[in-house]
């Protein structure tokens, strides 16, 4: 009989809180959750398709789990999420070392899988399930103070180059209650930080409460005073006046957005099929800044889409530079086989040159980081202490409300702790500074 499972959990946070949800599914069904992959019976890829390196990640952690599975004929092992979402039935011709397979919408019936598998019976459900939200199940959370609450799950977008939508499904939003009754119970279980997460938090909407992302972030805030509230990810084209005057309005929201803009290129952007161009982003780019003094914003970037030329290079180079983004999540494009973009463009741009695309965006990103955050010097900033720094036993690292990483004297601060800490130094990733 399999009892202890292990899961090992791959790419975005949405993945994150999806194995906190299976964590649940499992307990109740008396399996136990172990932390050391060797002492498993079973084991879960909780996997990532965004891009085709996420991917020859599983194929490899799947080789090496062969080698274990030769030592031990009664291991188990189970591939769920995006990557056979993607993939389909064709996994199971991809590794020998697969028992089941599960998609993002069928975690439900996993202890079905599983039971079957010991059995010998190998399985895979991979439906699509619209309205699958996995409202009333109460997650099981790895940390005591930073919480992620799902509230919408799926893409209705069709970004050229994204597989998120085929993976996840259509979007669908979880009711208003059952978000705001679980940010209450964090609050009360003294969780400092809460972080609500859909693939595009802006389209949020309850049809029967008639609640948008702004009055649910709101909500949120009142819920949970005590806890800073953030949210991912917001695209550009959704995002609204309303809810950055929420974001202003509410001390505990943190003044931070994510804003992933991908290209600096209008002509980019709109084979990209993102639903705005440049100049459209920097105007949201001033609304928010005019709305929210001394706001950060962060980004992701993808060098090297289909077609882009020199000059929509440089126009995304002139954009970090205009913007002046804190940080920066940056990807050479890879193609992603079933994607508008894999089976309408070109993918023209030779690795070589994606490769010093990007190496000069992230070149230019560290410049303008280590500005921005030497700016920094001097200045006191209020610090949710996380863990002990990797660095050394005798400091901290936390972040700032604008999600700036924080390494500091720990003297007798515990994670978990809000301190005021003073900055005198910095690199282009984090700030030093004393508790004050
Ligand atoms: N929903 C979010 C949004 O629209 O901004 C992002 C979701 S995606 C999981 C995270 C990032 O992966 C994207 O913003 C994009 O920069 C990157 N990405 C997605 N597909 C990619 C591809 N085929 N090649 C390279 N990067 C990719
Ligand atoms: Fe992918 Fe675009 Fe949806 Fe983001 S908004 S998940 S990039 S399709
Ligand atoms: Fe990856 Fe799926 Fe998230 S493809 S980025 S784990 S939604």
Do not use: W
């Not at 993102?274 to 992701?300: F, N, Q, W």
């Not at 990007?358 to 230019?364: P, T």
């Not at 500091?408 to 005198?424: A, N």
Request: charged letters at 25%; glycine letters at 6%.
């Amino acid at each position: 009989m399999t009892k202890k499972v292990h899961i090992r959990t791959f790419g975005c946070q949405m993945n994150q809180a999806d194995t906190e949800i299976i964590t649940s599914l499992l307990q109740d069904e008396g399996y136990v959750m172990t932390d050391s992959e060797d002492s498993a019976d079973l084991v879960i890829l909780n996997t990532c398709a965004v891009r085709e390196n996420a991917v020859e990640k599983i194929m490899n952690t799947l080789n090496n789990l062969k080698g274990k599975r030769r030592l031990r004929s009664d291991l188990l092992v189970g591939v769920i999420g995006c990557v056979p979402q993607y993939y389909r039935e064709k996994m199971f011709g991809m590794s020998d070392g697969i028992d089941f397979l599960a998609g993002p919408d069928t975690y439900r019936q996993l202890p079905l899988l599983i039971e079957n598998a010991q059995q010998g019976i190998r399985g895979a459900n991979l439906a699509f399930i619209p309205e699958e939200t996995y409202t009333g199940i109460e997650p099981v959370r790895t940390g005591s103070i930073s919480a992620f609450v799902p509230v919408m799950r799926g893409c209705n977008n069709r970004c050229a180059f994204c597989v998120v939508p085929y993976t996840r499904g259509k979007e669908r939003s979880r009711p208003m209650k059952s978000v705001i009754d679980e940010v209450e119970q964090l609050e009360e279980a003294g969780y400092r930080e809460i972080t609500l997460l859909g693939q595009n938090v802006n389209s949020y909407f309850d049809d029967n409460a008639g609640c948008d992302f702004a009055e649910l972030l709101e909500r949120s805030s009142r819920a949970a005073k005590r806890a800073r509230i953030r949210f991912t990810t917001s695209h550009p084209k959704d995002i609204s006046e309303s809810l950055v005057r929420v974001i202003a309005a509410h001390d505990n929201i943190c003044n931070t957005i994510h804003l992933p803009v991908q290209s600096g290129s209008t002509r980019m952007l709109g084979l990209m099929n993102r639903g705005h161009s440049r100049e459209e982003y920097l105007e949201k780019i001033a609304m928010i800044r005019r709305c929210i003094p001394g706001v950060t914003i962060s980004t992701d970037l993808i060098a090297g889409f289909c077609g882009e030329t020199e000059k929509d290079h440089r126009e995304t180079l002139s954009l970090m530079e205009e913007v002046r983004f804190d940080f920066s999540y940056t990807f050479y494009y890879s193609v992603r086989p079933g994607t508008y973009a894999a089976k309408h463009l070109p993918d023209d741009v030779a690795e070589k040159v994606k490769k010093r695309r990007l190496d000069e965006i992230i070149a230019l990103q560290n410049k303008i980081s280590g500005e921005l955050y030497a700016a920094q010097i001097g200045n006191v900033a209020a610090v949710l202490a996380e863990s002990e720094s990797k660095r050394s036993r005798e400091m901290l690292m936390g972040r700032t409300a604008t999600n700036r990483v924080v390494v500091f004297d720990r003297e007798d601060y515990k994670p978990g702790d809000l301190v005021s800490v003073k900055i005198h130094a910095s690199t282009s990733a984090t700030l030093i500074g004393r508790p004050q």
